[in-house]
């Protein structure tokens, strides 16, 4: 890769950037304002670092990649045209269409000027891009219901397993003082979504098969919910049988990141496991 190609890359950049600035814009807006897309800027961060962290070269493209570049720029003029006949708003699908067209445009223009070798060595924060694609309205509201009914679950398993005396009625829990219900904004999908991303990443950055990977990944999600339904019991005993002033309290309304953190060191434990299997396994082999 040399300075022009470099060069290049960010004329392409800045342009997209002004033809995308209105779902951008929307986007930065969401990102930070509501709880359901924070984790699509996180996404978008940890792209553009691990883009700049590789420091090998690569070899250059021997031949101009022109088929991709010509279907970047009609992509380019519709992805404008859209931006600036649309209003934005958070949870539309033209948002979710507009990011997605803008992430495979760049991706386009980095194959044509970089080529396929160089694609296939940063692949992984192109594509992880892709997640910070924000999903619309419907998709948020079937995974936060995903979420409640099975954090409720959970923690009814845990009722259940530490003789918890309570009455289950679909989310709501009946205790002797209390009554419990797991709403919407119970459903932890702020803190479910950063775990299973900074899982993705982890799980990259350490583990080399592809299988470990995705058993990393596909475990997240179990513990994800879990360390929802943990929280949903611990708050729900405090009220019970210490004060119901735990249930307004801030381990209620901004103790979410002690259960995330409990969550993230989970997964450490369990991407530690896989990475110690995976030396076993290169150790059995080479012998």
Excluded at 48 to 69: D, I
Excluded at 185 to 199: D, P, Q
Excluded at 202 to 208: M, S
């Amino acid at each position: 890769m040399n300075l022009a190609n470099h060069k290049q890359f960010l004329v392409w950049l800045g342009l997209a950037t002004l033809a995308w600035w209105p779902a951008l814009r929307t986007l930065i807006a969401v990102g930070v304002g509501n709880e359901n897309y924070s984790y699509t800027l996180l996404v978008a961060g940890v792209s553009a670092v691990l883009l700049c962290l590789e420091r090998r070269p690569a070899p250059l493209r021997q031949n101009s990649s022109f088929a991709v570049l010509a279907l970047a720029l009609p992509a380019l003029a519709a992805a404008a045209w859209l931006n600036f006949r649309t209003t934005f708003h958070g949870g539309d699908l033209s948002l979710t269409i507009s990011i997605f067209l803008g992430i495979v445009f760049l991706i386009a223009i980095f194959v044509s000027l970089y080529g396929r070798t160089a694609f296939a060595r940063f692949r992984f924060p192109l594509l992880f891009s892709f997640l910070a694609v924000p999903p619309p309205d419907r998709a948020i509201s079937w995974l936060i219901t995903l979420l409640q009914w099975r954090s409720a679950d959970v923690s009814y398993l845990l009722f259940r397993l530490f003789r918890v005396p309570v009455v289950r009625d679909g989310l709501v829990f009946s205790f002797s003082k209390i009554e419990i219900e797991v709403a919407a904004e119970c459903s932890g999908i702020r803190s479910s979504t950063i775990l299973v991303v900074t899982t993705i990443v982890l799980a990259q950055l350490f583990l080399k098969s592809r299988r470990s990977k995705w058993i990393a990944v596909l475990v997240s999600m179990p513990i994800a919910i879990f360390k929802n339904g943990l929280r949903i019991f611990l708050l729900s005993v405090l009220g019970e049988y210490i004060s119901t002033d735990w249930l307004d309290s801030w381990v209620h309304h901004q103790g979410g990141f002690i259960f995330l953190s409990l969550g993230l060191a989970m997964m450490l434990a369990v991407i530690w496991f896989l990475w110690r299997l995976e030396i076993k396994r290169q150790w059995r082999t080479e012998a």
